[in-house]
């Protein structure tokens, strides 16, 4: 029988593609400290999967992710368990971490909610496609805490600018998919039906790439990011470069090119 964990974080792999589903739609994919430990635990274990080269994440139902669930963490009679709370989101920034650091880029397909933590795990990823009814926030401040937790901090003022970044964390507004894409914060909008196909576009033209060009352009990204130095950062693309350019896929897809088509990578 699947655990609890395993029936609400669905895994479905499709050649080198691994689909990540939230899977508790009565609950707006609210996330469980079993969730948290399985993502995490998933999502660290990907550096060690060499049959994953795209992740798709998405949730099921009426939205992507409400957040955490509070509900799991009150007492009988209602008040909050805050020792039961700290045990049981104790990996969440342990699982931002891991999504930054898997070599795989990961698509988040967004929907209807993504608040909180599930709007963390949204900014974690590499390319973010909305649904026309997707709505984000940073939900943290309206709890009364800081908006600046589980990396909004460092995403959202490098992916908006300072200026958004800072009305949406002091303020917990929502953004709706329009002016999100309008900002930059997704890729594009879609109608909600189309979702998915786009996100098997993006996934299928990310699979053309080699496993070695796809895996160094996310490190090489993600490192650059953090460099304000022209040179430094040539100097991180030029070592990433050379170690392609001396394996065996360059040849592929120069030939490739050349003979008009489709380069079969390793």
């Known amino acids: 029988m699947p655990t609890e ?90 699982l931002v971490l891991a999504m930054r650091r898997c070599p795989q880029p990961i698509v988040a397909l967004m929907h209807g909610a993504a608040c909180g933590a599930g709007f963390a795990l949204a900014l974690a990823a590499d390319v973010r496609i909305a649904g026309r009814s997707a709505r984000m926030n940073d939900a943290f401040i309206r709890l009364g805490v800081s908006g600046c937790e589980l990396g909004l901090s460092y995403f959202l003022p490098r992916i908006v600018g300072m200026s958004i970044a800072s009305e949406l964390m002091l303020t917990g507004r929502f953004i709706d998919a329009e002016r999100a894409v309008a900002v930059g914060l997704v890729s594009s909008v879609v109608d909600d039906e189309e979702l998915d196909a786009a996100g098997i576009e993006m996934a299928t033209d990310m699979l053309v790439a080699s496993r070695l060009g796809l895996r160094l352009t996310k490190e090489t ?41 489709r380069a079969e990578f390793d």
């Open 5 to 94: 964990n395993e029936e609400s974080v669905v895994l479905t792999r499709k050649g080198e593609l691994l689909t990540i589903v939230l899977n508790r739609p009565e609950r707006h994919n609210a996330l469980t400290s079993a969730m948290i430990t399985r993502l995490a635990t998933v999502f660290g274990e990907l550096e060690e999967d060499p049959d994953a080269r795209v992740v798709i994440l998405r949730g099921a139902g009426a939205g992507f992710s409400a957040g955490v669930d509070i509900a799991e963490y009150l007492t009988t009679e209602g008040a909050l368990d805050r020792d039961n709370l700290d045990a049981g989101i104790a990996r969440l920034p342990e």
């Open 221 to 261: 990204l993600r490192s650059a990011r953090d460099v304000d130095d022209l040179s430094e950062v040539i100097a991180l693309e030029w070592r990433a470069q050379r170690e392609c350019l001396l394996g065996d896929n360059f040849g592929e897809g120069l030939q490739a090119f050349l003979a008009g088509r």
